[in-house]
């Protein structure tokens, strides 16, 4: 069996962090939540037992989407396996991660938990590959673009009303995990009015999205846990999917889930205590991009993920969005976007002032699609096109039993 390798804090970090904790002198640079700023500031005020961030984990996780998380794809779409990560439990996995590493730097464990478990609520079906789907769409219809981190805050800033934090809504919109940096400093968000434009800008230009960097080391801790928390998980599942047997070569960071997760936390916990930033030093910073690198090289861009997604998903959810669109402007009231999309968000939905009927066509209609679920979307899809030949064929439980 190959050696595994555990990194540890250096003594000089471990015992500066014991002695501050014992004399009550940790540097203390993460978020305070009587500062936390929210567009109704008259409701949810903080109290002794619920602080404005916890507020914000609780809004989250009785959020009417939260639920959908759990039969939305992580990254394995076509396979009936109970032991493969959906996304439910990645958000999870980055929340702990980041709370971890949050706890030993003395940040906001509540706001990183709801930045955390709320960063892909508005997560398409079958993971990346349904987002630029979707995105195709509506660039073609209306020249806007559809990114997951955006409409993440979308579907908790405006789809649902949840009167969250700034620093909640800012850190969940610019977490992304697809974007690695070996520093982390937090850029600046002072208000609603300019939170607003950055987030529209992202619908008119893709690339914006790209730009954006956390207001607060807590959002800068879970946009880098985000990367961490999928790096060695999807490997795991790789191999339970009999994707790939195995993996060679720990690019300096480990092989497997936990030495990944370890080192990484380690090492960022090794060069940020007591910083106004997050860092990797430049051994773990290349090691995460080559352990990425090798990850869209064996998984995530295989001819066995790829080729069944652009052939049989894109055109069935493009189909599905132009069947969708229809029955919504010709006001088809037994149409599944009505009853099961409008009606439902018509009862949930908290903004009195502009009924949720009213918005624009095609946006009902990617709010719609990017609730859905794997199973739904393709359900759906069925009920909509009976005839059509395209159906996702899926690896059973027993397939090995055959």
Request: charged residues 25%; glycine residues 4%.
């Amino acid at each position: 069996m190959e050696k595994r390798i555990y990194e540890k804090l250096s003594p000089q970090v471990t015992e500066r962090i014991r002695e501050d904790i014992a004399n009550g002198t940790r540097p203390s640079f993460g978020a305070k939540s009587e500062n936390a700023i929210r567009r109704n500031p008259n409701a949810d005020r903080e109290s002794v037992w619920r602080p404005a961030y916890a507020r914000d984990v609780d809004k989250i996780m009785h959020s009417p989407y939260y639920n959908r998380y759990t039969d939305k794809t992580q990254v394995f779409s076509f396979y009936k396996n109970d032991d493969i990560t959906r996304r439910a439990l990645h958000v999870q996995l980055v929340s702990r991660i980041a709370r971890s590493i949050g706890a030993a730097l003395n940040l906001n464990l509540d706001l990183i938990e709801a930045i955390a478990l709320g960063h892909d609520i508005g997560h398409t079906p079958f993971g990346h590959a349904g987002e630029k789907y979707i995105s195709e769409v509506l660039q073609a219809e209306c020249g806007r673009y559809f990114n997951h981190n955006v409409h993440s805050v979308r579907v908790l800033d405006g789809i649902f009303d949840h009167n969250l934090t700034l620093d909640t809504l800012d850190g969940i919109i610019s977490h992304n995990g697809e974007f690695e940096m070996s520093e982390y400093f937090p850029s600046v968000m002072p208000d609603f009015e300019t939170y607003d434009k950055m987030v529209e800008s992202c619908y008119v230009d893709e690339q914006n999205i790209l730009k954006i960097i956390p207001s607060t080391l807590e959002g800068c801790v879970v946009r880098v846990c985000d990367i961490i928390a999928y790096l060695g998980k999807d490997r795991q599942d790789a191999i339970k999917a009999k994707l790939t047997p195995s993996y060679s070569g720990d690019a300096g960071i480990g092989t497997v889930n936990a030495e990944i997760i370890n080192n990484l936390e380690v090492n960022i916990i090794e060069h940020s205590y007591g910083k106004p930033y997050i860092m990797l030093d430049e051994e773990h910073y290349l090691g995460l991009k080559e352990a990425k690198r090798d990850n869209y090289e064996q998984i995530y861009k295989t001819e066995k993920i790829s080729r069944v997604l652009d052939t049989t998903v894109k055109p069935m959810m493009q189909s599905m969005y132009m069947k969708l669109l229809r029955d919504l402007k010709e006001g088809n009231k037994s149409s599944p976007i009505f009853k099961h999309h409008i009606d439902f968000i018509s009862e949930n939905h908290y903004k009195a002032a502009k009924p949720y009927i009213e918005t624009e066509p095609n946006q009902i209609v990617v709010d719609y699609m990017a609730s859905m679920t794997d199973d739904y979307c393709t359900e759906l899809y069925d009920f909509l096109f009976p005839n059509s030949k395209l159906h996702i064929e899926y690896h059973g439980y027993f397939e090995d039993l055959i």
